[in-house]
């Protein structure tokens, strides 16, 4: 499944919150240096849809706030 997300990074918590269908926006506490908040992200979302972190894949926005991940169910 593809889903596009919303990025908030320097948060004071994680989470996931659904908007749409296939619109998520997550707050990660990470900062956006050295790929540090799309490891968090990758752990979160793998949580937050009970795979493994391997089954995440940011396919578009690596460096941008807003992402297209694909998430391997």
Not at 4 to 32: C, F, H, M, N
Request: charged share 35%; glycine share 6%; aromatic share 6%.
């Amino acid at each position: 499944m593809r889903i596009y997300l919303k990025v908030i990074t320097r948060s004071s918590q994680q989470k996931v919150e659904k908007i749409s269908e296939g619109d998520y926006k997550i707050w990660v506490k990470a900062v956006p240096e050295k790929g540090k908040a799309n490891q968090e992200l990758t752990k979160t979302l793998a949580d937050y849809f009970k795979v493994d972190k391997n089954n995440i894949e940011i396919i578009g926005g690596k460096t941008s706030s807003k992402k297209l991940v694909e998430v391997k169910l």
